[in-house]
């Protein structure tokens, strides 16, 4: 299961690549086109927190801790504690969001495109780690859908920092080279996810939530408020609810 979680994340962080690859030929996208694009990113983020994480923590938490409670309980203890450790990180950490500016401790200490790379880093660390989650209970067809899903959505992640950087100055192949990068962080958070839920069958619930928590905190801590301050948050909208039926049907279709 390690190995499946390391490569399935893998794959899905390279996906960020494939997204930032027209930066490379000169092509240029719309502001209104980026902002549909991350509302789609985040709709399945969202459908993939519900369906493939939180609802399949619940069930396993009934069957193991036999209360349907006691399995809300630890469902909502794990996205508050998903949701803090996002929290945490962008308030320790120095990084640069393409909404707020500079954030963390001391962020003009680092020159700029490693502020950026810390705020994608901060992102994609708990999607592989969502994916690591998803196969650490031993469903390879969940992780699998798990998968796919942070895949699609990377793609336009990708390629949203890829036009950012080039907007900041910086070279087509350096902005790819730069928004690969940022997608290999998935496989660490990969493996530490897989692991921390194989130790003990009781966890897996906790891990499951914990996982949903951290990618619904940045969902609406940066992904919705970006897509919606160049007033195309229709567009947006339209993304996101297509990019949610889209992960509904693939987690329904692959489980």
Known sequence: MILWGLLASLCAGMMTAVGALPVAFGRTISRSNRDTLLGFAAGVMISASFFSLILPGVARGEEIYGSTTAAALVAGLGIALGAWMVAALNARIPHEHFVSGPEGSD???????WLFVMAITIHNFPEGMAVGVGFGGGDVTNGMSLATGIGLQNAPEGLAVAVALRGQGYGRLRSVWIATLTGLVEPIGGVIGVAAVQVSAFALPLG????????????SHEIIPETHRHGHQ???????IFGLILMMLLDVILG
């Open 234 to 240: 229709d567009r947006a909208t339209r993304g996101l």
């Open 107 to 113: 962020p003009g200490a680092l020159p700029k495109i």
């Open 208 to 219: 499951l939530s914990f996982a949903a928590g951290a990618m619904l905190y940045i969902i």
